[in-house]
């Protein structure tokens, strides 16, 4: 199991940064993947970013060149620098880490943290 904890969330405007943060409860080495997801009111919860034990990202088209997903292993942490934000990406901003077993991988989910773009 990993406890996943989020923070870095808030309010900004349009066009503005922010750096969500994801903090695990174990070694990054045993994390298989780690990403960010959002979720909108009233909408389902889709992919932002994804970066694997071997560093290897992807993105969703939406928001490729404008956000940044990075790994500390040192410090456990996985991070989303996000840029040139838009009030349609206001969301609760999710973390999950991909856990590998013998018989298959669990995802485990951080509580979420809110990031709202004003125009």
């Known amino acids: 199991q990993v406890q996943l904890v989020e923070s870095g969330g808030g309010w900004v405007q349009t066009g503005g940064s922010l750096r969500l943060s994801c903090a695990a409860s174990?070694?990054?080495?045993?994390?298989?993947?780690m990403g960010w997801y959002r979720q909108a009111p009233g909408k389902q919860r889709e992919l932002v970013a994804r970066?694997?034990?071997?560093?290897?990202?992807n993105y969703a088209d939406s928001v490729k060149g404008r956000f940044t997903i990075s790994r500390d292993n040192a410090k456990n942490t996985v991070y989303l620098q996000m840029n040139s934000l838009k009030p349609e990406e206001t969301a609760v901003y999710y973390c999950?880490?991909?856990?590998?077993?013998?018989?298959?991988?669990?995802?485990?989910w951080g509580q979420g943290t809110q990031v709202t773009v004003s125009s």
């Open positions: 999950k880490a991909e856990i590998s077993y013998p018989d298959r991988v669990r995802d485990y």
């Open positions: 174990r070694s990054m080495f045993s994390i298989y993947a």
């Open positions: 970066i694997s034990s071997g560093s290897t990202t």
